[in-house]
């Protein structure tokens, strides 16, 4: 039977991880020596231990004049005036930080709920712990963000209702000085009720006098007979 499939995770016994950490790490160095012989390759290999014990192998002469070969491929050639030590030193300060971004790209993975396989239940319980701070946290922000945009609301109502209340006095005061200014018009104009004398009744009489140029030699009854009508009617007002 072959054998299974072994989890990446960090080994908790003691023991069994110095055991397998030996045996890993001659087999490391077995590949590296393989590879330069077989393929003519220059190979460097460096390993520290979790106690800082350091193992290395290289094909060179020694493992410094393949550092070096590689800062020239990496960094080109030395710039006037830098010396070797400091670009050295520079090329430490780089692993440093490559390191470290690598520590923080694995902990977003892990933020994010990725990666997870390699990790123990102390370090998932630790996850969970800083996931429950965080969240805490933003819950807390999230909270004071709130009430300082209800705060502000809440100003805003006021402030507009203080407006609305201003602006109704104003209509109350013009409404109330045109109603007294309407009083006082209507108290000064006089009120005429009288018809023009164009349109007085005319005044008529029942009686018209009427004047005629007689002769002395006629009577009343030679005036009757003379303007006698056709009809034998002589009307009243002719009389």
Known sequence: ???????????????????????????LLKKAYELSIL??????????SNRGKL???????SIADTLERYNRCTYGALEPGQTEIETQRNYQEYLKLKAKVEV?????????????????????????????????KIRSLKMEHMVEQLSKLARKEEMLLETNRNLRRKLDENASTLRSTWETGEQSVPCNLQHPRFLEPLQCTTSMQIS??????????????????????IPDWML
């Not at 990446?8 to 030996?22: M, P």
């Not at 193992?55 to 002469?61: A, K, M």
């Not at 790209?105 to 994010?112: C, D, E, G, M, N």
């Not at 005629?212 to 009617?233: K, Q």
């Open 212 to 233: 005629y140029n007689v002769p002395a030699d006629l009577t009343h009854e030679n005036i009757a007979t003379t303007t006698s009508a056709p009809s034998g009617f």
């Open 39 to 48: 393929c003519d390759a220059e190979v460097a290999l460096i390993i520290f």
């Open 104 to 136: 923080l790209q694995q902990s977003q993975r892990h933020f994010l709920g990725e990666d997870l396989g390699d990790l123990g239940s102390k370090e998932l319980e630790q996850l969970e712990h800083q996931l429950d701070f965080s969240l805490k």
């Open 1 to 27: 039977m072959g054998r299974g499939k072994v989890e990446l995770k960090r080994i908790e016994n003691k023991i069994n991880r110095q055991v397998t950490f030996a045996k890993r790490r001659n087999g």
């Open 55 to 61: 193992y290395e192998f290289s094909s060179s002469n």
